[in-house]
């Protein structure tokens, strides 16, 4: 990691809490521990723009489509078998579909750190 001061910086539509998240993640681990991690952590996140666009599929098409991208199978038949509750659901998820990523790219880090961890 010493190419670039920040790494994480270049993730797109990365925010600050998730920019925090992932300096505390990473401030115990190793250079190539590191590596690994943002190697790992960059090709299994989501940006709160794709969630979004994916809640506006499911708004005018396959409702709960969102909720598939973010590994909630249940909830995603759920929403696809209700309409999104209705569509309900789906407007919710269109109001929080920052704090939908946040949370997914949450337990990606977690995932990320135990892989860098065990791999070095």
Known sequence: MDMY?????SLPGI??????????????LTDDQKKYFFMSYSGK????QDV????????????????????????GLLY????????IGTIVDLVN????????NQK????SFNLAKMGN
Do not use: D, W
């Not at 996140?45 to 709160?48: A, I, N, Q, Y």
């Not at 579909?97 to 997914?104: M, P, Q, R, T």
């Open 5 to 9: 001061q920040n790494p994480y910086m």
């Open 15 to 28: 925010s600050s809490e998730e920019l925090a998240l992932l300096q505390q993640a990473t401030s115990g």
């Open 45 to 48: 996140r989501k940006t709160p």
């Open 52 to 75: 979004l666009i994916f809640t506006l599929i499911g708004f005018f098409g396959v409702a709960g489509i969102q909720r598939f991208l973010l590994g909630q199978i249940g909830m």
């Open 80 to 87: 696809f078998f209700t309409g999104g509750f209705c569509l």
């Open 97 to 104: 579909h920052k704090k939908l990523a946040l949370e997914y």
């Open 108 to 111: 990606m880090a977690f995932e």
